[in-house]
């Protein structure tokens, strides 16, 4: 994974591809085991997904103006 966070104890993994990227038979296995073990694991391809996917994870909050 290229993001990995601890939000409240949870784990959090984030692979983070070009658009249209494909995961690697590795990064395959890795969410597979990481899921098995409890931990919540995204592929994304879009900065505006990631960044929703990390504020709704707890990770980033909106700004206060």
Not at 5 to 12: E, F, K, L
Not at 28 to 51: L, P, W
């Given at each position: 994974?290229?993001?990995?966070?601890?939000?409240?104890?949870?784990?959090?993994?984030?692979?983070?591809?070009?658009?249209?990227?494909?995961?690697?038979?590795?990064?395959k296995d890795f969410e597979q085991r990481a899921n098995s073990a409890g931990a919540v694991y995204v592929c994304i391809d879009n900065i505006d997904t990631a960044i929703r996917t990390l504020r709704s994870w707890g990770a980033i909050r909106k700004a206060v103006a």
């Amino acid at each position: 994974a290229d993001l990995a966070i601890i939000v409240d104890g949870r784990p959090y993994f984030m692979e983070v591809k070009a658009k249209g990227g494909k995961q690697s038979e590795a990064q395959k296995d890795f969410e597979q085991r990481a899921n098995s073990a409890g931990a919540v694991y995204v592929c994304i391809d879009n900065i505006d997904t990631a960044i929703r996917t990390l504020r709704s994870w707890g990770a980033i909050r909106k700004a206060v103006a």
